[in-house]
């Protein structure tokens, strides 16, 4: 195994497995009071897959193992009534935390501490083709208004990493929750 270690870089965070599988370094360039300004990391998935297409089944594991041998198949993902997941739902997952995260960020960058922020993402498939993302988020936080939230979550919908990597019409909504001071 080879450990990159990036010049000028500070070591936020390293997470070792037993026995050593891989080591994750994640690692701020650059770092000026507390903002990230650039962050160099990979993160990896796998997938193991055995018989046909409507047959066969899949697993997938994913490099924190969360995903741990997760079942994957034909009827997870087009039919239903079996337990397991499909990449529609994992990218529906992806962009959530992404966009919320997005959104978290930029209310940190006002100085400002959501109490809440729930996001629903609802990917469309047609005809085998992914169409669109619809981001549903419901924040509560104190010190902005409902148009301000709004503005955030619509800058978030275009910049989130996610947003940004994917070709497709996506929208979303913003409820807004106020919080007294």
Known sequence: M????????????RIHKIPLFYVTQLCIVNNDTNKL??????RTAKAHWAGTIKDGKGELTTQSEILNKTNYSFKTRFVGGETGTNPEELLAAAHAGCFTMA?????????????????????T?????????????????????????????????????ISRVLNIPISSEAHFVSLLK
Not at 2 to 13: H, K, R
Not at 37 to 42: G, R
Not at 103 to 123: M, Q, R, W
Not at 127 to 147: C, E, K, P, R, Y
């Open 37 to 42: 300004k650039e962050i160099k990391m990979k």
């Open 125 to 161: 498939m047609e005809n085998f083709n992914i169409i669109s993302v619809h981001l549903s988020i419901t924040g509560s936080v104190s010190g902005i208004s409902a148009d301000e939230f709004e503005a955030i979550t619509k800058s978030a919908e275009q910049n989130c990493l």
């Open 103 to 123: 959104v978290s960020a930029a209310l940190t960058e006002k100085g400002l501490n959501p109490a809440s922020l729930d996001t629903e993402a609802t990917v």
């Open 2 to 13: 080879v450990l990159f270690v990036e010049p000028n870089c500070q070591i936020i965070d």
